[in-house]
């Protein structure tokens, strides 16, 4: 039997999305945008473990400034490893498990490629709105859209295209 005073926490987009709402990537967590250290926040946004520990319990003001922040977390991470190298050219006179590697690291570079676009685009798309009345927004259906469209695997463009195009503001 549920408690009277027991909070509920709703997912703000709506529809089955199964991708991080920040990077694009299968999403595993909920992600409260104004973390509940800071009081109680009743919404969430679906995000994968990497984005939601990278944010943390971290209030940011802007969405601008939490994408940023997300950024630059990434870039830190993986710019020595993956997005620095031209690793095609020092795989092309490379054999057997070397060269296995280095296309390990080519698909996980163009995987960070992709998570780095969809945080520019949503920081982008997110630069107006207000993070304490996210939940009201008139975007959530066209973000919503999109990421259903990241989710049936197209890429961060064409998604955002076709969502743009569903649901004109």
Not at 35 to 57: D, M, T
Not at 67 to 87: A, G
Not at 151 to 169: K, L, P, Q
Request: charged share 30%; proline share 4%.
């Amino acid at each position: 039997m549920a408690r009277a005073n027991r909070r509920t926490h709703s997912p703000v987009l709506k529809g089955k999305i199964h991708c991080c709402f920040y990077c694009g990537m299968p999403n595993d967590h909920r992600e409260h945008y104004v973390p509940v250290s800071y009081g109680f926040q009743p919404y969430w946004v679906p995000a994968c473990a990497e984005c939601n520990r990278f944010l943390g319990n971290t209030y940011d003001e802007t969405w601008v400034q939490r994408f940023e922040r997300l950024y630059d977390k990434y870039v830190k991470k993986y710019k020595s490893k993956y997005l620095d190298p031209d690793l095609e050219h020092i795989m092309h006179d490379t054999t057997g498990n070397l060269r296995d590697m280095f296309e390990y690291k080519i698909i996980k570079r163009d995987l960070i490629h992709f998570k780095l676009d969809m945080l520019e685009l949503m920081k982008d798309v997110l630069r107006e709105e207000s993070m304490e009345m996210f939940h009201l927004s008139d975007n959530l259906e066209k973000i919503s859209d999109f990421l259903r469209g990241i989710d049936s695997g197209r890429d961060v463009d064409e998604a955002w295209i076709r969502a743009d195009s569903s649901n004109d503001i």
